[in-house]
Each structure stands twice: as C-alpha cells, then as structure tokens.
C-alpha cells in the first residue's frame, strides 16, 4: 500500500511550479499504476495554452472559477467547483484562471514527475523521474 499526504508531497520534489500553475504529483509512473494523480493550482488571472500530445487528462474542480477553451472549435467551458472536464482526444486548450482554481487532476500514461510544458504545451513522453 501506498500512503502519502498532501501536505508531505508539496514540503518535497513531487511540487513543481510550471508559472502560471503548481503541480503536486502525488501518484507518479513508477508508483506502477498505470496512471498518476496530481493536485493542480491554476493561478488566478492565468491563460495557459496546453496540448498534451502524449497524455489524456481528467481534470476536477476542487475549488475556484475559471474556463477551458478548446483550440479547434473555439468552445468556452466554465470552470466552477463540482465540474470535470476530459481531454479523450488530446485536445489542445486554453486554461484561463479567474481566481486560483485547485483541480484534481489524472494523466495516462502516467506521468515521471518533472515534466513542464514546452513551447507547445506538451508533456514529454518520457520527461525526468522524481528522485525520491
């Protein structure tokens, strides 16, 4: 069994801060379950583009307001607590922020634990591991 606690991921190197967000990867690919889990804050009066190329995400709102815009059809989805959004089709998106959003977040294949977008968005494939 694998125990750990939010407060014990973000005090360590499971915390990167991308900018415009904060990732605590709590549940990471080599955890061995086949996906990784991620508490997310999106900062507040934020615009992030994202492509994720090489993952499908879930995202849940714990707390705060903001909207995704898909790329490809211009579609504006607000954000508000309670809501899920899936990106099934590795939909490149625009994550806007109007007050800190705190979101749930679950990525496959899972992700290493450094990775950070690039100039596109994306999540490398096969970005560093956290050492633990």
Not at 11 to 18: D, I, K, M
Request: charged share 25%; proline share 4%.
């Amino acid at each position: 069994m694998i125990v750990r606690t939010l407060d014990e991921c973000k005090t360590s190197a499971r915390a990167v801060n991308g900018g415009n967000w904060e990732s605590v990867r709590m549940l990471l690919k080599d955890d061995n379950m086949g996906f990784s889990f991620h508490i997310t804050t999106i900062f507040a009066g934020t615009e992030t583009p994202i492509w994720y190329q090489n993952h499908l995400e879930s995202v849940y709102c714990i707390s705060g307001q903001g909207e995704v815009e898909t790329c490809d059809d211009g579609e504006v989805y607000p954000i508000r607590p309670g809501t899920l959004y899936i990106l099934d089709k590795n939909d490149k998106h625009l994550l806007r922020a109007t007050e800190d959003m705190q979101m749930a977040c679950v990525f496959n294949p899972p992700l290493n634990g450094k990775e950070v977008h690039d100039k596109d968005g994306v999540y490398a494939l096969e970005a560093e591991a956290i050492a633990e």
